[in-house]
Nanobody
Framework: QVQLVESGGGLVQPGGSLRLSCRAS????????MGWYRQAPGKQRELVAA???????KYADSVKGRFTISGDNAKNTVYLQMNSLKSEDTAVYYC?????????????WGQGTQVTVSS
């Protein structure tokens, strides 16, 4: 089992910045990928950014050049730095950890943190 605790959401004006944090605990050695997803009202949950095997990263086209995902292995924490925020970035952001155990894939989710971009 993996537990995820998120922090860092809030209200910010367009063009502003926020940093989200997600701390993992539990069976962290089994984690292969960590990432951030978001879900806006009336929309499906979508991938925002992910770190795969602690090495490669991928981003949604809509956030490339504005968001940066990074990790601190010593703190078991992954961050999402969000710059140049737009109103369309408003959503609940969820941390995700994906584990591979005995060939089976498991997904774990944080509780979600609200990000609101508004003037």
């Amino acid at each position: 089992q993996v537990q995820l605790v998120e922090s860092g959401g809030g209200l910010v004006q367009p063009g502003g910045s926020l940093r989200l944090s997600c701390r993992a605990s539990g069976s962290i050695a089994s984690i292969n990928t960590m990432g951030w997803y978001r879900q806006a009202p009336g929309k499906q949950r979508e991938l925002v950014a992910a770190i795969i095997s602690g090495i490669s990263t991928k981003y949604a086209d809509s956030v490339k050049g504005r968001f940066t995902i990074s990790g601190d292995n010593a703190k078991n924490t992954v961050y999402l730095q969000m710059n140049s925020l737009k109103s369309e970035d408003t959503a609940v952001y969820y941390c995700n950890a994906r584990s591979i155990v005995a060939g089976e894939q498991y997904d774990y989710w944080g509780q979600g943190t609200q990000v609101t971009v508004s003037s």
